[in-house]
């Protein structure tokens, strides 16, 4: 089955060599995408030189813009499985097995990994902490799932969850509406425990002192998207 890793990038020229290593090693079997959102820095020529594709958007789109342009490569160049896997160097590519087993044996759309349900690693900091539960408890009366990480930028989804991504997906901080609205749609997620690094160059789009803006502005966004009429199952 052809699975496409997809690693969002915006000027992470110091840290996408050692993603790249980190994949090639414990994932050699999967085709590597650098979606390349406008970097300023050397990022492009550094994936180049890795000999990695690299999909460079001519405009910056954020995040959201950024994996939803890979989806779509994804969809056109029809992957079966997409994961997502950030370019700053937090996930560890020992996982990509795990977050797949589920979608490869038909038990689930999407793997979410979970930082909160592995012993060990980074967990991220006591504020944002206690802004991911706010927002795992206000999906989880939204829909009825439960997810854990709702921020977790590690996933792995199938065919029907790359068709609806690249049509549907979140431009600003996309994950927890993502989540919502493929639970709204009648997605099967489960969550996988992983271990995160620490971000070790550059700095990230949430900055210190803004997670409560964050916060805010996601709790809005999944208000309005869950008022939405429903488009039908996935």
Same mark, same amino acid.
């Given at each position: 089955?052809?699975?496409?890793?997809?690693?969002?990038?915006?000027?992470?020229?110091?840290?996408? !060599?050692?993603? /790249?290593? +980190? @994949?090639? #090693?414990?994932?050699?079997? %999967?085709?590597?995408?650098?979606?390349?959102?406008?970097?300023?820095?050397?990022?492009?020529?550094?994936?180049?030189?890795?000999?990695?594709?690299?999909?460079?958007?001519?405009?910056?789109?954020?995040?959201?813009?950024?994996?939803?342009?890979?989806?779509?490569?994804?969809?056109?160049?029809?992957?079966?499985?997409?994961?997502?896997?950030?370019?700053?160097?937090?996930?560890? !590519?020992?996982? /990509?097995? +795990? @977050?797949? #087993?589920?979608?490869?044996? %038909?038990?689930?759309?999407?793997?979410?990994?979970?930082?909160?349900?592995?012993?060990?690693?980074?967990?991220?900091?006591?504020?944002?902490?206690?802004?991911?539960?706010?927002?795992?408890?206000?999906?989880?009366?939204?829909?009825?799932?439960?997810?854990?990480?709702?921020?977790?930028?590690?996933?792995?989804?199938?065919?029907?969850?790359?068709?609806?991504?690249?049509?549907?997906?979140?431009?600003?901080?996309?994950?927890?509406?993502?989540?919502?609205?493929?639970?709204?749609?009648?997605?099967?997620?489960?969550?996988?425990?992983?271990?995160?690094?620490?971000?070790?160059?550059?700095?990230?789009?949430?900055?210190?002192?803004?997670?409560?803006?964050?916060?805010?502005?996601?709790?809005?966004?999944?208000?309005?998207?869950?008022?939405?009429?429903?488009?039908?199952?996935?």
């Amino acid at each position: 089955m052809k699975t496409l890793i997809i690693i969002p990038a915006c000027n992470e020229a110091k840290n996408i !060599a050692g993603v /790249i290593a +980190d @994949l090639r #090693r414990f994932y050699p079997e %999967g085709d590597y995408l650098v979606v390349n959102d406008c970097s300023t820095d050397e990022t492009a020529a550094t994936v180049r030189q890795l000999g990695v594709k690299c999909l460079s958007l001519p405009v910056n789109l954020g995040i959201g813009g950024c994996v939803q342009a890979g989806y779509r490569y994804a969809q056109e160049q029809h992957y079966e499985y997409a994961v997502q896997f950030d370019g700053d160097g937090q996930h560890k !590519a020992q996982y /990509i097995r +795990d @977050l797949l #087993r589920p979608l490869e044996d %038909g038990e689930a759309d999407m793997a979410v990994g979970s930082r909160f349900l592995a012993d060990g690693g980074f967990q991220s900091t006591a504020m944002r902490r206690l802004g991911i539960k706010f927002l795992s408890r206000l999906i989880h009366v939204l829909c009825g799932i439960r997810v854990s990480d709702v921020t977790s930028g590690m996933r792995a989804v199938n065919r029907k969850m790359i068709q609806f991504f690249s049509a549907h997906y979140a431009q600003d901080y996309p994950e927890p509406e993502s989540t919502l609205a493929a639970a709204r749609r009648g997605a099967r997620i489960v969550e996988i425990p992983v271990q995160m690094r620490e971000r070790q160059y550059g700095e990230s789009s949430i900055k210190p002192g803004h997670a409560a803006y964050y916060i805010a502005k996601v709790t809005l966004a999944l208000l309005m998207s869950n008022a939405e009429k429903e488009e039908g199952e996935i």
